[in-house]
Nanobody, 121 residues
Framework: QVQLVESGGGLVQAGGSLKLSCAASGRIFGINVMGWYRQAPGKQRELVADITSGGNKNYADSVKGRFTISRDNAKNTVYLQMISLKPEDTAVYYC???????????????WGQGTQVTVSS
């Protein structure tokens, strides 16, 4: 069974930094896209950033220049470095990955349990 386990959330003052990590484990043949989403209270879940297995990155406009996504394919891990954090970045951050369990399998989307990021003003 595949699992995504996130870490690195917490409370930080505006202007501060945090780094999130998400490690995938279990039966994994390959991982296509890995990404981070967030959901603030009363709002829909939104894409923050994602990265392909080849390293192509995509960011939401609201985080460009402040957040950096990266991944370590050998460790099946994706990271989100966040700097210059703002109160509006406060949300639960979810890791997402499109995972192939066998060489002949189609990708299946998995989600992490979420990690809280709170930015105080």
């Amino acid at each position: 069974q595949v699992q995504l386990v996130e870490s690195g959330g917490g409370l930080v003052q505006a202007g501060g930094s945090l780094k999130l990590s998400c490690a995938a484990s279990g039966r994994i043949f390959g991982i296509n896209v890995m990404g981070w989403y967030r959901q603030a209270p009363g709002k829909q879940r939104e894409l923050v950033a994602d990265i392909t297995s080849g390293g192509n990155k995509n960011y939401a406009d609201s985080v460009k220049g402040r957040f950096t996504i990266s991944r370590d394919n050998a460790k099946n891990t994706v990271y989100l470095q966040m700097i210059s954090l703002k109160p509006e970045d406060t949300a639960v951050y979810y890791c997402n990955a499109d995972i192939r369990e066998r060489y002949y399998s189609r990708g299946i989307t998995y989600w992490g349990q979420g990690t809280q990021v709170t930015v105080s003003s």
